[in-house]
């Protein structure tokens, strides 16, 4: 069965904190993303890759990095927190190589509370 | 203009009933699009793609209309296990082949016993 996994489900940080969030797919998925879901706005990109080390900006990179060192796990970084980063953050991977061309595999969520 | 337009509802329709609703896209050269619901406090999962033809999956129907730029989801015999949020999502494809995919804000339905 399709596994995404998201480290954790419930983060609550202070304002200037230094955020991972760990994302781990275990379908040998090409194509990793990081989306973040606000009421209102729906789900906007913030981050994706389509290989090792690679990395691309979605549309609101702002803030964030990432880091896919293994073709499995993808990390979301938030250098400095800040409380308009409070959000549900979510992990998603896909096995063709783009967005769509195949499904997109969601994790859980992590929502993330900065204080 | 949203790139991407669902009405939010909440849509409250009893068990057994029919239920539509439609959600707008604002480019016409739109490629891709499909249908995802999201139960609450879980992840989006896909429901269903929209051919250019229509589609049908069980109880559930898909439709697209690129004159009027819009794409529909229709439920019947609607069961209490289908309250969820259904989030419309479009993929355009620019001239330089990247892919960007918009999700809507999604359709809130709620079946009602």
Same mark, same amino acid.
């Given at each position: 069965d399709v596994k995404v996994t998201q480290s954790s489900r419930y983060l609550v940080k202070r304002t200037g904190e230094k955020v991972f969030l760990e994302c781990v797919q275990d379908?040998?998925?090409?194509n990793m993303f990081w989306y973040r879901q606000d009421p209102g706005l729906g789900l906007r990109l913030i981050y994706f890759s389509y290989d090792v080390k690679m990395k691309e900006k979605g549309d609101i990179p702002e803030g964030y990095s990432v880091s896919r060192e293994k073709k499995e796990r993808f990390s979301l970084i938030l250098e400095s927190a800040s409380t308009n980063q409070t959000s549900m953050y979510l992990c998603a991977s896909s096995f063709?190589?783009?967005?769509?061309g195949g499904e997109l595999f969601f994790g859980e969520g992590s929502r993330l509370t900065v204080l | 203009r949203k790139e991407v337009e669902q009405d939010p509802g909440p849509f409250n329709v009893p068990e057994g009933a029919t239920v539509a609703f439609n959600c707008t896209y604002s480019? #016409?050269? #739109?490629?891709s699009f499909f249908w995802y619901r999201q139960d609450c406090r879980k992840e989006p999962k896909l429901l269903m793609s929209v051919y250019s033809s229509g589609n049908e999956d069980g109880r559930f129907t898909a439709q697209l209309n690129r004159a009027s730029q819009y794409i529909s989801l229709l439920i019947r &015999? #609607?069961?209490? #296990? &289908?309250s969820a949020t259904y989030l419309c999502v479009v993929l355009d494809i620019s001239n330089f082949g990247n892919e960007k995919l918009t999700f809507g804000t999604g359709t809130r339905l709620t079946i009602i016993p």
């Open positions: 379908m040998d998925h090409e063709e190589r783009g967005q769509v | 480019n #016409s050269a #739109s490629q &015999d #609607s069961k209490l #296990s &289908d």
